[in-house]
């Protein structure tokens, strides 16, 4: 529940964003089909952004949850029911769609059978572990998950009672979201609303503590370990990053033959909705990290992408 309420919440600014930074996602193929090595250029831009700003990842999340609080959540079951009005069997096409990445990341790893051990190695070899979430909440938060899981068990008890038999018989390679999305699409906006405001504010502290834990230890790690790990990936697992970028543009190619609007709906969805959330992110970006915008630029252009 917490980690869906993170990645919830950052889904909807990462779309907008991404909309945002390009004016369609046909662009984007056609961008990374004239672009030699788009992918790998990409992560060296990415990553030397990184270097300028350390802990950048969970640093942004972090100040995005701060001063956003619930709104993205919220425009995210927005944009769901507008999606829903436009496409009448949305939930359906949406668990195809995840199901197909599925099997894609399935068949791409496929391709490259010793990266988790490789990936295993690289972090056995750090100086300090990550810290984990589970560690955090049992320190600081240790009612939570229990409390989340009583008002879970509730809903299902009252609005969702043969939920728990239909996941029993589900077939074996279905994912908890596909089955949740062709079966009961309304269930997590229902959990949400069942939580009471303390409940929420508890979840969003959380989630903040979580991220500061890992920003911080991300500020500890040694300069430019990241970097070289990337480089070491590209030289361990020749056609990494094509092989994933090329399972990426099928994905995106299968979501415009089934959702050709979708881009016009989510900013159609924002501008009537919430038509302040988006500059009230760029605020918090422009307020934490002033430079970050311009480093992004300027680490495309060094890489020849814009």
């Known amino acids: 529940m917490l980690r869906r309420w993170i990645i919830g919440s950052g889904l909807m ?29 990409v992560g060296r ?10 802990g950048l990842v969970p640093g942004l999340a972090r100040h995005l949850i701060e001063d956003l609080e619930d709104e993205p959540l919220q425009a995210l079951f ?19 769609l995840i199901e197909q ?18 990936f295993l190695g690289r972090v056995e070899g750090l100086p300090e572990q990550p810290p984990r979430p589970a560690a955090y909440l049992a320190q600081h938060h240790p009612k939570l ?33 596909p089955f949740m999305l062709t079966r009961h699409p309304d269930f997590f906006s229902q959990l949400v609303g069942s939580l ?22 991300a500020k500890r790690q040694p300069a430019g370990r990241m970097q070289e790990g990337f480089e070491a990936l590209l ?10 970028g090329e399972n990426r543009s099928q994905q995106l190619k299968r979501r415009l033959e089934k959702l050709p609007e979708l881009r016009q709906v989510v900013l159609e ?26 480093q992004v630029r300027e680490a495309l252009q060094e890489q020849k992408i814009l």
Do not use: C
Request: zero cysteines.
């Open 145 to 177: 998950l229990v409390g989340l899981a009583l008002s879970a068990s509730r809903l299902v008890d009252e609005k969702y009672p043969d939920l728990p038999s239909e996941w029993s018989a589900r077939p074996g390679h279905q994912g908890v979201v």
């Open 78 to 96: 927005d944009l769901h029911a507008d999606l829903r009005a436009r496409y009448p069997h949305f939930d359906a096409e949406l668990a195809q």
């Open 269 to 294: 969805s924002l501008h009537s909705k919430h038509p302040q959330l988006m500059e009230k992110a760029r605020q918090s970006v422009d307020r934490n990290y002033p430079e970050l915008r311009q």
């Open 45 to 54: 831009a990415l990553l030397a952004v990184q270097a300028k700003n350390p």
């Open 101 to 118: 990445g599925q099997q894609g990341r399935q068949q791409f790893r496929q391709r490259f059978p010793r990266l988790r051990s490789w």
């Open 235 to 244: 030289t361990q697992f020749p056609g990494i990053a094509e092989g994933w």
């Open 196 to 217: 009471s405001a303390e409940q929420r504010r508890e979840i969003r502290q959380a989630a903040v503590g979580i991220l500061q834990e890992r920003e911080a230890w």
């Open 13 to 41: 600014l990462l779309t907008l964003g991404l909309a945002r930074a390009f004016p369609s996602p046909e662009s984007l193929l056609e961008l990374r089909q004239r672009t030699p090595q788009f992918e790998s250029k």
